[in-house]
């Protein structure tokens, strides 16, 4: 048997056991790619982050959920990063670049008070017509179709993973969804493994911009994911190009999204114009928590 030492960290927060719990495993050169998804497996959070070296940026970083890899995320990504940083693996570099199966994306570190504060770019805004029933969405999350949010678009979005952007009406209303994970594929019939993303404009923060939830795809092996690192990047992108396109750039907006989970996170989102297309990037920090031990067989 392996045994293989799993930190935890919490993203999107300075507060153990608030924000979103993601797995790190540094220098993971010598994992397969079966023995990763095992040890994410075993982990059982929504992403475990394997750190490892690259012949085309300065470090490479794979994501896996218990269930399969996914491109990019967000949480999983400030995690490594930070606990890269605070292991003296980063030398003193503050700007540098990961490979991840999304593209090679730019990161910038800053240290302020103590705190290490992570930016992380995202990938070039993408947005797909949902053409489904919006009474089987609704239904979906425990929602009747009046609770959606009629005058905004219901839209798939990716910065670098796909997810389903599902403007609600109040924050009441996503307060009591409860997802029907199980019907998520024969809804999304043009991206059926895409998550769900129900966000509003109300929210519990008076300085906030959106409040959100995430729910997983059941291939993922995860049911909701407390805060959403991708998903609340591509919220800047639907927010400058759906909710106010006469917006002054750049700007920055506060997600917030946990709190019904008892896990309250914020993300940074920063919008900007770049050629005929929005950039977007993110900031966070995150917080260690504990060591986790995972054993797999040779």
């Not at 009474?135 to 999350?141: P, Q, R, T, Y």
Request: hydrophobic residues 40%; proline residues 4%; glycine residues 6%.
């Amino acid at each position: 048997m392996k045994t293989i030492i799993v930190h935890h960290y919490d993203a999107f927060s300075t507060i153990p056991n608030k924000g979103n719990p993601a797995g790190v495993v540094l220098e993971a050169d010598s994992y397969n790619e079966l023995e990763m998804q095992e040890i994410a497996k075993q982990v059982g959070f929504n992403e475990t982050a394997f750190a490892m070296k690259s012949d085309r940026a300065d470090l490479c970083i794979r994501y896996f959920t218990p269930g399969h890899e996914v491109n990019l995320c967000g949480h999983a990504t400030m995690a490594t990063i930070y606990a890269l940083k605070t292991n003296g693996l980063l030398e003193n570099k503050s700007m540098f670049t990961i490979e991840t199966k999304a593209g090679i994306l730019p990161i910038h570190l800053q240290e302020r008070a103590g705190d290490v504060f992570i930016t992380m770019q995202h990938a070039a805004p993408q947005f797909e017509s949902f053409n489904g029933s919006r009474v089987e969405l609704a239904k979906a999350i425990g929602l009747a179709e009046h609770e959606l949010n009629l005058d905004l678009p219901i839209i798939y979005g990716s910065t670098g993973l796909w997810t389903l952007l599902i403007p609600v009406r109040s924050l009441a209303a996503i307060k009591k969804m409860v997802p029907q994970s199980a019907t998520f594929p024969s809804i999304l019939k043009e991206m059926p493994k895409a998550s769900l993303h129900p966000f509003c404009l109300e929210t519990f923060d008076e300085t906030a911009d959106m409040h959100a939830r995430h729910f997983s795809s059941p291939f993922s092996g995860t049911v909701e994911d407390v805060v959403t690192g991708t998903a609340s990047g591509v919220m800047g992108a639907y927010y400058a190009k759906y909710i106010d396109n006469n917006m002054s750039l750049p700007k920055t907006l506060l997600v917030e999204q946990g709190q019904e989970l008892g896990r309250d996170g914020r993300v940074r989102v920063h919008v900007k114009q770049k050629e005929n297309n929005l950039d977007i990037s993110i900031t966070g920090t995150a917080v260690y928590v504990k060591k986790l031990t995972v054993k797999i067989e040779n």
